[in-house]
């Protein structure tokens, strides 16, 4: 008697883990899924953030080059400028 009651809780308790382990794995799956779909999304923004990148360089050089063209610009006219 005492033996099947003993029997009875191992086997309760075996099904407890069990269950608690598929839920585990369940949970590990939904993280690993969660990470998959965080690396999608952050390759998708690096595309846009190359371009922003790429456009920040073309500002920067057309910026040293119209400041170029102003310093030339200025040049020229304090040198044709005539005081009479």
């Keep these: 008697q005492m033996q099947i009651q003993e029997d009875r809780i191992n086997e309760e308790i075996m099904r407890e883990r069990e269950e608690e382990i598929r839920n ?3 949970g590990m799956h939904t993280v690993n ?3 998959k779909d965080l690396a999608h999304l952050v390759d998708n923004q690096q595309e846009g953030v190359d371009q922003i990148e790429n456009q920040m360089e073309g500002a920067k050089d ?3 080059s119209g400041l170029k063209h102003i310093e ?4 020229a006219s304090t040198s044709q400028c005539v005081i009479s």
């Excluded at 030339?72 to 040049?75: D, I, L, Q, V």
């Design 72 to 75: 030339k610009a200025n040049e």
């Design 62 to 64: 057309n910026t040293a």
């Design 24 to 26: 585990i794995h369940k």
């Design 33 to 35: 899924e969660i990470y």
